[in-house]
């Protein structure tokens, strides 16, 4: 089982820009689909965007398309969240999650991943 830590979470006004990392230990990166969720106070924890292990492909959630680019540096364990044009409805705790299957079907829910880390605070204020 692969170990995720989140990273480079803080508080940003709207319009601004973050980027959250993912170091991974104690597994092969590359052989995991990698994939961002969000949780904010009092609501569920929502899919943001993912990225295949094989292809390349990514996904993102509507609400985050055109503003957050998923990457990754499997000789670095590591993947990213670059973030830009955050608004207020962004604010929540970011995770990082990983899976050795892909089930396409459900790359966008969080059943798809047996691999967690802790999560990064980002904080969006005018």
């Known amino acids: 089982q692969v170990q995720l830590a989140e990273s480079g979470g803080g508080s940003v006004q709207v319009g601004g820009s973050l980027r959250l990392s993912c170091v991974a230990s104690g597994g092969t990166f590359s052989r995991y689909t990698v994939a961002w969720f969000r949780q904010a106070p009092g609501k569920e924890r929502e899919f943001v965007a993912a990225l295949r292990r094989i292809g390349g492909y990514s996904y993102y959630s509507d609400s985050v398309k055109g503003r957050f680019t998923i990457s990754r540096d499997n000789a670095k364990n590591t993947a990213y969240l670059n973030m830009s044009g955050l608004q207020a409805e962004d604010t929540a705790l970011y995770y990082c999650?990983?899976?050795?299957?892909?089930?396409?079907?459900?790359?966008?829910?969080?059943?798809?991943?047996?691999?967690w880390g802790q999560g990064t605070q980002v904080t969006v204020s005018s």
């Open positions: 999650a990983a899976s050795q299957t892909e089930i396409l079907s459900a790359i966008r829910t969080t059943r798809a991943y047996g691999n």
